[in-house]
């Protein structure tokens, strides 16, 4: 499993991160979560493989996200034109 993390930086803001790889950085909270789960949701459709959002908090690792393979599709997820 791919996991994409954010981490706060030194002066407060919060940087997206992959493997130690800084992605993204300088961001405020909620734009570094959107850019994450952007990233991993990107990936994980061009890709297929699963992938995790995760925020470290002081006590345990909040998951943000979540993509995780998908179902193969069935005659019910198929639209009639």
Do not use: C
Request: charged fraction near 20%; charge should be negative.
């Amino acid at each position: 499993m791919v996991i994409i993390s954010l981490k706060q930086g030194r002066t407060g803001n919060w940087n997206v991160t992959r493997a130690h790889v800084t992605l993204f950085s300088d961001l405020q909270l909620e734009s570094a979560i959107a850019l994450a789960k952007e990233v991993a949701y990107d990936e994980h459709v061009r890709s297929g493989r699963p992938l995790r959002v995760e925020m470290p908090g002081p006590a345990s690792t909040l998951v943000l996200a979540r993509y995780l393979d998908a179902p193969e599709p069935s005659a019910n997820d198929v639209m009639a034109a």
